[in-house]
């Protein structure tokens, strides 16, 4: 074949719904200058073996997914020693007329750790979660030789993970010694870390946090005090809160998109040996893909970035700079309360009390809930303070981003500002060393990222989006 005869990829699954597979395969056709596709093709599970029958004449390769994995075995006509012992396959290669499995989650999975900074081996690894992702964690922690516990709500799905992974192990990891798994259910997981039980690494493969229900967290953050690195498979949104959740803590973390890449140039490989290298290490197409997926996702799958912090933090100036090199829209909180309103915010405060502003405040974040597009929201400086407004962001998929600005840089910016409420009346410097004081442990405890925010507004910006995912940040992930 050559850069003029097409080579025809796919992906069978039930339901697909929306896959960036299409993309990353379009890209590392792209990359070596080979013609293709790669198709979506939706297929429930009784239509599978006439779909196979279909497509092995006329497709390169495909991809499995839910619910096909172990349901694909049975037509194929080799299997690959490592993809039998997972006993799952998510490559299928078609040659000659003859169809091959592979699988690249495992090997995807692992390059992914690696590049996150991250380690399997003696130790103990948590896994979240008895589906399909889990058990290749499971498979990959245990063969390592770490003590891997499997948490899910339902233990006898986890002691089932468990005893099946032990029995594709052969009762040993891959230095012989006897493997080690252990089920629990997710409610027992606070006292154990209570008890003392510690985790060096804790694998999140439910689909608790994903977009577009962004609020969840998969365990209470008590859990996060025993755990020394996080990866969360989930990748869209590209931090989930439990990923800035453990990042707030400074516990390494990282989300689950170089999982998804590197499993599909793994594939690529498979199905192309004629072909170089896509993605060969150290190769800036890389970063571009990556930036290429990023940028999809935040435009697909829409969220509110919120942006808190105290007066004359930066949130205005910040947000707009935020929401242009985003390229979407921005929305001011305080801007919608006095449209709402009628009435400037000093004028709500004069008028009507602290209490009807908040009130407005509020109302202002419910009506952002959800948005069809991804903004960045400059919120007023108490706006996220209470519990019930931080609740209103999570549940309308918003997460949001402490700007953290010094005092020193405060009093500088807001210096003789007399349109602020606060600032007006007798020494107002005073007031607001309180109020500063006061309020940022809340803002901290709040917000679900937080970044330094007395530098040159571009900084700021690129903090935030290392932060919330949106960028490359070093090692594990995180602000500088
Ligand atoms: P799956 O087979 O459907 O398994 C999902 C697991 O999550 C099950 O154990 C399920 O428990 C559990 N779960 C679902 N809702 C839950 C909840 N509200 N609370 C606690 N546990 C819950 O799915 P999968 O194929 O393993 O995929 C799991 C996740 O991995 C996906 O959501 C996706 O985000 C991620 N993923 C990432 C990649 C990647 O390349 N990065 C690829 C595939 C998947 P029950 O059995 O009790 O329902």
Redesign the pocket.
């Known amino acids: 074949m050559s850069a003029s005869d097409p080579r025809r990829f796919g992906l069978l699954g039930h339901p697909l719904g929306h896959s960036l597979s299409p993309e990353i395969h379009a890209f590392l056709l792209d990359q070596v200058g080979q013609e293709g596709s790669y198709a979506l093709y939706d297929t429930p599970p009784d239509r599978l073996g006439e779909t196979v029958g279909r497509l092995r004449g006329d497709l390169s390769g495909w991809n499995c997914?839910?619910p096909h994995k172990q349901a694909i075995l049975p037509y194929l006509d080799a299997v690959e020693p490592a993809a039998a012992r997972y006993g799952a396959v998510n490559t299928v290669r078609c040659r000659a007329g003859r169809l091959e499995g592979f699988n690249s989650d495992g090997p995807?999975f692992r390059a992914a750790l690696a590049a996150a900074g991250m380690h399997l081996g003696p130790g103990r690894a948590l896994v979240v979660?008895?589906?399909?992702?889990?058990?290749m964690l499971a498979f990959e922690a245990a063969r390592e030789g770490a003590e891997t516990w499997v948490a899910?709500?339902?233990p006898a799905?986890a002691e089932a993970l468990c005893a099946d992974t032990a029995r594709a192990l052969g009762g040993r990891t891959d230095a012989g010694a006897p493997v080690l798994l252990r089920a629990a259910a997710?409610s027992d997981l606070p006292v154990a870390i209570a008890s003392g039980v510690r985790f060096d690494l804790l694998l999140q493969?439910?689909?608790?946090g994903?977009w577009p229900e962004t609020s969840?967290l998969?365990v209470p953050l008590e859990v996060l005090g025993g755990v020394r690195a996080v990866y969360d498979?989930?990748?869209n949104p590209l931090a989930t809160r439990l990923v800035l959740a453990a990042r707030r803590l400074g516990i390494p973390a990282a989300g689950?998109?170089g999982?998804?890449v590197e499993?599909a140039a793994i594939s690529f490989r498979l199905w192309n040996p004629d072909l170089p290298d896509p993605l060969p290490p150290g190769d800036p197409a890389r970063h571009a893909l990556y930036a290429e997926l990023r940028r999809a996702i935040l435009h697909r799958s829409p969220v509110n970035l919120v942006l808190a912090g105290f007066m004359g933090a930066g949130k205005t100036t910040v947000g707009l700079a935020l929401a242009r090199r985003l390229d979407v829209s921005f929305s001011d909180l305080d801007g919608l309360v006095e449209a709402a309103a009628g009435r400037t915010v000093p004028e709500i405060f004069r008028d009507s009390g602290e209490v009807e502003f908040r009130r407005l405040e509020r109302a202002a974040l419910v009506s952002l809930a959800r948005p069809d597009r991804t903004r960045v929201v400059s919120a007023g400086g108490g706006a996220l303070l209470s519990d019930e407004a931080a609740a209103i962001v999570h549940e309308g998929r918003g997460l949001s981003v402490l700007l953290d600005a010094s005092i020193g840089a405060i009093l500088e910016r807001v210096a003789g500002d007399g349109s602020r409420p606060l600032l007006a009346g007798p020494d107002p410097e005073s007031r607001v060393r309180a109020l500063w004081a006061e309020r940022r442990p809340r803002y901290l405890a709040a917000a679900d990222a937080s970044v330094p925010a007395d530098g040159p507004v571009e900084r700021v910006v690129d903090d935030i989006l290392m932060a919330l995912g949106l960028e490359e940040g070093p090692v594990g992930g995180g602000p500088r």
């Not at 979660?129 to 058990?135: H, I, L, S, T």
């Not at 493969?205 to 608790?208: K, L």
């Open positions: 997914t839910i995807g979660g008895a589906g399909g992702v889990a058990r899910a709500r339902d799905k997710l493969a439910t689909p608790v994903m969840g998969p498979t989930i990748y689950g998109l999982m998804l499993q």
